[in-house]
């Protein structure tokens, strides 16, 4: 198995945040109907369209010889990448069919965000620039709280 560059990883990490402001936007078009949700759903996906500008702007700064302990994390990242939520029969952009109800779509979301502070937390180990890296990590985290919120209260409303 080959090793990934860090240019490679800078761009699925740009590819993660595209494939994460389709995700959004989908949501929010399969629930139109709930407006809160719909708009929580539109603010993440401009969030993504944020964090990928990040990353183009980092791939122009960074070189091949900031990497530290390239070879492990380059089979970590391609693990992560490789994983059944990514490239699985539940990937994270799927036809969204198997997302029957409010609950299964926030979950969904949910987990995607995790994914991506998994591969966002590798990542920062090998650039150089860890804050920015950092801030879209906090970012991320951001939204899984913000989802958690959402679930805990459509639970409470049931």
Known sequence: MENYSIDEVLEQAIQTETLGHELYLKLAGKFEKDEKLRQLFETLAAKENEHKKIFADLRDKVTENTAENWEEVSYYLRAIVESEFFLGRYKALPALDHLKNIQD??????????????????LKDVVKEKDIIEQLINEEKSHIVWLSKYREAIKVAR
Do not use: D, G, M, Q
């Open 105 to 122: 779509a926030v979950t969904h979301a949910i987990n995607f965000e995790k994914e991506t502070v998994l591969y966002f937390l590798s």
